[in-house]
């Protein structure tokens, strides 16, 4: 299936077969194609890229398609790699995390820093915790794949470290 081009995101670059790959929806996943290209909230005079996730009904391209600026879409990878490591050693908890000190780290980005934390408000967080740490675990391979992936294109762009060998 085509992602459409008549839309206000423009698709520059796509992955059209995307529901192929949709972690465990793939091949059956409404998330048809991943694309970046020109936003849809240009302005005349400014142009700015997007990530966007293109859901198909069945019938009709959802509304439920999401579109993020790049930078988001980085915040939100370094999120992941974030919460992945913390729950590496959440074990160490009773109930998975610091009741005391529930923040897990802050993450200097553009002068300020990202608070990551546990989200105590959540008045389901005991239960909420245990079930995402059983998700994690059981998404594992999956993810450890993709972040082998993003590492090794990463360190091919020059950024982190190389190992000589």
Not at 44 to 73: C, F, M, N
Not at 99 to 118: F, H, K, L, N, Y
């Amino acid at each position: 299936m085509k992602i459409p081009t008549t839309l206000k995101h423009k698709p520059v670059v796509t992955v059209e077969n995307y529901e192929n790959v949709d972690g465990r929806a793939a091949y059956h996943s409404d998330a048809k194609g991943l694309s970046l290209g020109l936003a849809q909230w240009n302005d005349r005079g400014r142009v700015d890229i997007s990530a966007k996730v293109w859901r198909y009904t069945g019938e009709k391209w959802s509304r439920q398609s999401e579109e993020l600026p790049l930078h988001r879409v980085l915040d939100l990878a370094i999120l992941i790699c974030r919460a992945r490591g913390y729950f590496a050693d959440a074990y160490r908890f009773p109930k998975l995390y610091d009741e005391a000190a529930p923040q897990i780290d802050r993450i200097g980005v553009q002068g300020d820093a990202m608070t990551v934390s546990v989200c105590t408000e959540n008045p389901m967080i005991d239960e909420d915790i245990r079930l995402f740490s059983e998700a994690l675990s059981r998404d594992d391979e999956m993810l450890a794949e993709r972040l082998h992936l993003l590492s090794n294109l990463l360190q091919e762009m020059g950024y982190g470290r190389r190992s000589r060998e």
